[in-house]
């Protein structure tokens, strides 16, 4: 099993890909997993109020567009796409947060 | 509920997965969980094979953007309905999560559903618990290679049926069986049958507890909901403690023990592998095999049952159990009136419906005879199973006119007419005014629907 991270206050930051993803495959798949459900909400909501062959131009689809179910299915791909970047965008932030300045002490007023 | 994890679970839990041989359990719980299977999966299987008034029961007609389920038919007007369910599920899952735990989790997750039967399937296949655990550490000899592919057989058999059942929620059963015999299925319907049969496979098959541990988001938060007057599954530690074999004959308290054995069984009948006598933990789904395997033991022992039981956390401290609290009584409140709604809504769910779009290159137009013109597209939505006759007309402005290419308009059964309609109004008009197009039936349903809209002139004093 591999170590856990542990958060060094003393040396300056680095980031090795080891140290800053322990868990890389187990993190892209909650990124992934994540944003499939949102992605799945989202394209709910969206298609129940628009319909895919009248969001084109003067209301005519693409010509690649040209059925129901594609559209749809691009959308989901989309959404899932848009939401995978944001969760992944998060992931990142979250995981390589440094540690917060040690708190002030009495110690820092003399 | 202070629920202490004993074990911290490491962050690394996933590379060094242990795999859970859940061992073969049989009580009353278990028959309760079986009889949930069967009933819920035989509803998924079944419903889509239900004929209503000569066309399938329940379909989702995504193509053509209508939801048919037995006598109604929805459109996505109707989406609205869909949300009030939502959040009627959630707060009927909420409700039950405060009374009695992880109920859902335990008899009615398709998690857990489906993980029963290819569970089944392996035991079939493959053995009992320890016949498993023996030929995943045998060498590949034929007698494996023919139990392996057997399960294997059964489980992507079976996922592909689960993948087909599902595409038959969107695309007529009956289209799908004559398509499946040509072997002629549409490029989406391939697509999602796999892509569901593949996560059928993934999740009952391969990733089971798994799932519950990493993936779902309800076994994080439900911990919100639970209290000490919660139904939660609970290991008697006065009772059990201290823990120990012993001879059959012997009476545990001469020796100083407890009634608990330490025979192991709750833990290998645990699904997700947990020893339950560590107390309440986050993996736990309240399946409550645990309380099965026990009680059989109990009984082997003359020991009387419950030693792992249904118990609140009060209970167990000699404190009354309290059913009706602010927290149940707010979530069961709010839960009738929910769904008293949702009956009145879809009772009195308008069977037309207008949508009005103004035309998106004028504001407004200047007739000859300085009559003032804005025209519109406008849709009436027929939602009930007959066709119906339209007259269009315009409220709210007096001598306003309303005009199109003709005097009425019939909109076929659970269709849409787009209709490009001119609206008319005398010279000294100023301003943008509130109107409302009126569709009225011109035969006996008696039909009415009026829409708001906004008729543009020129400003002016």
């Known amino acids: 099993m591999r170590s856990t991270t542990t958060r060094t206050t003393t040396a300056a930051p680095h980031f090795s890909a080891a140290q800053a993803h322990p868990n890389l495959r187990i993190d892209i798949g909650i990124v992934v997993w994540a944003s499939f459900l949102t992605a799945c909400i989202a394209t709910m909501v969206f298609f129940a109020f628009f319909d895919p062959l009248l969001l084109g131009n003067d209301d005519v689809p693409p010509r690649w567009l040209r059925d129901r179910m594609t559209g749809y299915a691009v959308g989901f791909f989309c959404f899932w796409l848009v939401s995978g970047l944001a969760s992944a965008i998060t992931a990142v932030l979250v995981e390589s947060r440094p540690s917060e300045p040690p708190p002030i002490e009495d110690d820092d007023l003399k | 509920v202070n629920a202490v994890l004993k074990d911290p679970p490491q962050r690394g839990l996933y590379e060094a997965h242990q795999k859970v041989y859940p061992r073969e359990v049989s009580g009353r719980f278990n028959r309760l969980r079986v009889a949930s299977v069967i009933a819920l999966l035989g509803l998924f299987y079944v419903l889509p094979w239900i004929k209503w008034d000569g066309r399938q029961a329940v379909l989702f007609d995504l193509p053509a953007r209508k939801f048919y389920i037995f006598g109604l038919t929805f459109f996505p007007q109707d989406f609205f309905l869909l949300t009030w369910l939502l959040i009627i599920a959630a707060l009927t899952l909420f409700f039950f999560t405060a009374l009695a735990g992880r109920l859902w989790c335990g008899y009615a997750c398709p998690q857990t559903v489906w993980t029963e039967i290819f569970v089944w399937m392996e035991r079939i296949t493959e053995g009992t618990r320890q016949q498993r655990i023996k030929l995943d550490q045998a060498p590949w000899t034929a007698n494996k290679i023919l139990r392996k592919s057997a399960k294997q057989f059964l489980w992507i058999t079976f996922s592909l049926f689960t993948g087909f059942t599902f595409v038959g929620y969107f695309t007529a059963i009956d289209v799908l069986t004559a398509e499946l015999v040509s072997f ?278």
């Open chain 2, 184 to 461: 002629s299925f549409g490029g989406w319907e391939w697509f999602w049958m796999l892509f569901y049969g593949f996560a059928t496979y993934g999740n009952a098959g391969h990733m089971r507890e798994q799932v519950c541990k990493y993936m779902c988001p309800y076994a994080r938060f439900q911990g919100a909901m639970f209290d000490r007057h919660t139904l939660i599954i609970s290991y008697d530690t006065a009772r059990g403690e201290p823990r120990g074999s012993r001879p059959r004959a012997v009476d545990p308290r001469t020796r100083n023990l407890g009634d608990c054995i330490d025979c192991k069984m709750c833990v290998q009948v645990c699904p997700t592998g947990i020893d339950i006598r560590k107390g309440l933990q986050l993996e736990c789904i309240a399946c409550a095999a645990c309380i099965d395997a026990c009680d059989d033991v109990m009984d082997k022992m003359q020991y009387p049952r419950g030693l792992i039981r249904y118990a609140t956390q009060a209970s167990m401290d000699g404190l009354k159990t309290r059913v009706a609290r602010p927290r149940t009584l707010i979530y069961g409140a709010a839960l009738l009136l929910l769904i008293a709604g949702f009956f009145v809504a879809v009772a009195n769910r308008t069977l037309i419906e207008v949508d009005v779009l103004r035309d998106r290159n004028a504001l407004y137009r200047t007739l000859d005879d300085g009559r003032i013109e804005n025209v519109y597209t406008i849709r009436i939505i027929n939602k009930d199973t007959k066709p119906h006759e339209f007259r269009l007309s315009v409220d709210g402005l007096a001598n306003a006119r309303l005009e199109s290419d003709r005097d009425t308009h019939t909109v076929p059964a659970e269709g849409v007419s787009s209709v490009v309609a001119r609206i008319q109004v005398p010279a000294d008009v100023r301003g943008g005014r509130d109107i409302e197009i009126v569709a009225t039936a011109v035969d006996e349903s008696e039909y009415e629907s009026r829409t708001e809209a906004r008729f543009i002139a020129p400003a002016g004093p």
